[in-house]
């Protein structure tokens, strides 16, 4: 049995300086979708010359509570924490980070000159850790494109990347805390795919460049979508004339209480006050410039 579509929608615009941000979580239908609790569509853009000049990013900021994980879909992304971790990573890669107890970090995007096509896209996801996890010491990891799992699907289907968590045998090196996972899949023009789901875990689907056909339903460029909680399977039509994309992401609900007040996702008032209070107080330590 296929999976029932729960609801589909747009994100709303929340744009950062001169990027173009489509959040998708929350919404207002959900708060998350297994551990993840945000979402970030970073439009895809095309940078105006003089490229050097085009860093675009947020600045430094503090967070606890979560990891951050940013996927790359073109452009490098350059990230600097006051934990001393400095990297780049180019198309295709992965920025993770386990705040923890607290770390301020400050991230950019600009072109990648290896692609010449002078464009900037990707996501960002905050990763819930469970309650015990929350104040352990920040971690990072920067992931290249040529690291992350890939495997071309049977048939000329397309091709499938694992960006967190596993699928049959491709399994992402990101630390998991519960069940997650991000599939990002490439299907042909003309082609479908279809996988089981595995009972208990949250499924949800986006759509970031072209149309598809999900479960006997045509979703638009841009949207949202999310499954039901009952098992079945997730078939995936692309019925274009172009190879289409889709992120598939989800996993293990998140049971404790989530309260999120800026940078911070904790689980409950008070420590949403400790996670300010510690920041002005200097404990994140500091952070050079970019």
């Given amino acids: ?64 509570g979560i990891a ?8 490098q992304d350059v990230h600097l924490d006051s934990r001393g971790n400095h990297a780049l990573v180019s198309s295709g890669g992965v920025q993770w980070m386990k705040a923890g107890n607290g770390i301020i970090h400050d991230e950019y995007l600009t072109t990648d000159p290896a692609t010449n096509d002078n464009l900037t896209h990707g996501f960002q996801f905050w990763i819930n850790l469970p309650s015990k996890n929350k104040l352990e010491d920040p971690q990072y990891l920067a992931i290249q494109a040529e690291d ?16 967190a968590g596993k699928f049959d045998d491709l399994e992402s090196i990101i630390p998991e ?12 023009a003309g082609k479908q795919f279809s996988f089981s789901t595995k009972s208990g875990l949250e499924y949800a689907a986006f759509l970031p460049l072209k149309n598809m056909r999900i479960n006997d339903a045509e979703f638009d460029e841009g949207e949202y979508i999310e499954f039901d909680r009952n098992d079945g399977t997730i078939e995936l039509h692309n019925n274009t004339s172009d190879a289409t994309d889709i992120l598939i992401f989800g996993g293990e609900r998140y049971l404790e209480p989530i309260v999120a007040e800026g940078p911070f996702v904790m689980n409950s008032r008070q420590e949403i006050a400790a996670a300010y209070r510690d920041f002005h107080a200097g404990k994140y330590g500091k952070i050079g410039q970019l």
């Fill in 177 to 188: 805390y519960s069940t997650q996972f991000i599939y990002h899949l490439c299907i042909n």
């Fill in 148 to 163: 992350v799992p890939f495997r071309n699907l049977s048939y000329d289907t397309g091709w499938m990347k694992v960006i």
């Fill in 68 to 75: 951050t994980l940013t996927y790359l879909l073109n452009g």
């Fill in 1 to 64: 049995m296929k999976k029932l579509i729960s609801f589909s929608g747009k994100g709303r615009r929340a744009d950062i300086g001169d990027m173009t941000i489509y959040r998708l979580l929350p919404n207002r239908f959900a708060d998350a979708a297994g551990p993840f609790v945000f979402l970030d569509h970073i439009a895809p853009t095309i940078v105006e010359p003089p490229i050097n000049d085009k860093k675009r990013g947020t600045g430094p900021h503090p967070h606890r």
